[in-house]
């Protein structure tokens, strides 16, 4: 679902590179890890699956990075939102609207949907994510985990095929955080979402993981593989 092809970034006015050599395909339906040291370049390669790098960031990109076949280097994040929902750390930064509901509906409004269809899949996802008692409350009167909830029903609404999440429990406690992780491992089992999520509490998530990504710094190579390998020689 996910292919890097010897991708590598480095950023203007940087000696070193932010990401070396990754090359390696994260399949279709998966929840996959992604863990390394502060500054080891997990946001940057997440920026490259949702184009913000180099198209907002800057800096040069070599290789390439298709999702679903499509090269994020050609697609700017816009022309990638069907596809690719992304997340961060803080969603209130983020949020566009007041309202649980509202926030649902923003996501779809530049995708031309017919009202019908946009209030259907509003339902849908409020359901999925368990949000139904919430719909017309104030998102800021929301607690973390549930303004999160929101966050990532805002991004499914468009359904797409890949969610991108950076770091999206580090301002959570562990009851919340075990709220996050347990939609989006129902997005990954019932719809075949896949999911690429960066953590730094590998503790929190690995139980999740179908896969672990490792992106170790110090110019040392990515590594892929099954948590209970990765673990074994993960410096995290
Ligand atoms: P992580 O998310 O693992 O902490 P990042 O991808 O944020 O790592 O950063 C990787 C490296 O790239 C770091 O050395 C960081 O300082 C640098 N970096 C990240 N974003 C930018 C940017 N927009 N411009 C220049 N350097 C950046
Ligand atoms: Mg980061």
Excluded: N, W
């Excluded at 939102?81 to 803080?90: R, S």
């Excluded at 990515?222 to 948590?227: K, Q, R």
Aim: charged fraction near 20%; aromatic fraction near 2%.
């Amino acid at each position: 679902m996910i292919t890097f092809d010897r991708v590598s970034v480095r950023y203007a006015d940087s000696a070193g590179f932010a990401l070396h050599g990754v090359d390696l395909t994260v399949p279709e339906g998966e929840l996959c890890l992604l863990v390394g040291p502060s500054g080891s370049g997990k946001s940057t390669l997440l920026g490259t699956v949702s184009g913000l790098v180099p198209h907002f960031t800057g800096g040069e990109l070599t290789g390439r990075v298709t999702v679903d076949g499509r090269d994020t280097r050609d697609h700017r994040p816009r022309e990638l939102a069907d596809l690719v929902g992304t997340v961060g750390q803080d969603p209130i930064a983020h949020f566009v609207t007041d309202t649980v509901e509202d926030e649902l509906a923003y996501g779809m409004e530049s995708l031309g949907l017919a009202p019908a269809v946009m209030r259907r899949r509003v339902e849908e996802t409020l359901d999925l994510l368990g949000l139904a008692e919430l719909r017309g409350r104030a998102l800021r009167s929301l607690s973390g985990g549930q303004q999160q909830r929101v966050a990532i029903g805002s991004v499914l609404t468009v359904h797409p095929k890949v969610l991108v999440l950076d770091e999206p429990t580090s301002a959570l406690d562990p009851g919340a955080a075990e709220e996050v992780l347990a939609v989006l491992q129902r997005l990954v089992h019932d719809l075949g979402t896949t999911v690429l999520l960066a953590e730094h509490r590998l503790e929190r998530v690995v139980q999740y993981a179908d896969q672990v990504l490792l992106l170790p710094g110090r110019g040392e190579p990515p590594v892929l593989g099954e948590p209970a390998e990765i673990m074994t020689h993960s410096p995290v």
